[in-house]
Structures are given as structure tokens and as C-alpha cells.
């Protein structure tokens, strides 16, 4: 392990179609993680989001982007309601409009 990935481990990749502006889609949590949302929320993607830290040379981040959510929605630990909130893009499943 060199010493980059001890302060960014890397994040895991994304599966599945790949997320854009307009995209219905799924914030997937696991109950382990610390900002765990409820009921896995729904909303469309309405903006790339900004990272945190600037990236430096050969340091891939996930991409980042803002969903409006489609009800107010509330994290694992009770905090809301938001209307909006930021993802990584792994934590993103797209879903299908017109499920038939």
C-alpha cells in the first residue's frame, strides 16, 4: 500500500448504466455505512456535483452528482427532511421510467 491510498482509498466502481443529468435514479445505503438514507430515496439527477478535494495527478475520485429527490427524504439517523443532496456515483443505481 503506498502512502496515497492510506488518505484516499479507492472508492468502488460503478456498476451498471452509466448516471447523467435527467436520470431517474435510486440512492442505494447500506445500514453500516455513517450516512445511511432512508428507505433508499428517489430522484432525478439535476446537476453534476463538486468534489471535495481537487484531484491530484493520476488520483481518480468518483464523479459527483446532485439528485432532487423526488419526496422529502430523511438520512438513517433522522436528519431532514432535504429536498436535494449530493452522491458519488457509486452510490447511484439508474432506474427505468417506464417499468413494465
Do not use: C
Not at 19 to 41: E, H, Y
Not at 86 to 99: A, G, K, M, Q, S
Amino acid at each position: 500500500m503506498n502512502w496515497i491510498d492510506r488518505f484516499f482509498p479507492r472508492t468502488p466502481a460503478s456498476t451498471g448504466p452509466a448516471v447523467g443529468i435527467g436520470m431517474l435514479v435510486a440512492v442505494v445505503s447500506d445500514a453500516n455505512q455513517a450516512d445511511a438514507w432512508d428507505d433508499d430515496p428517489v430522484g432525478v439527477v439535476i446537476a453534476p456535483g463538486n468534489k471535495e478535494i481537487a484531484p491530484y495527478p493520476g488520483l481518480q475520485l468518483p464523479r459527483y452528482w446532485t439528485v432532487a429527490f423526488e419526496h422529502p427524504s430523511y438520512t438513517g439517523d433522522g436528519r431532514g427532511p432535504f429536498e436535494q443532496a449530493t452522491f458519488p456515483e457509486y452510490r447511484l443505481r439508474v432506474l427505468d421510467p417506464n417499468p413494465s
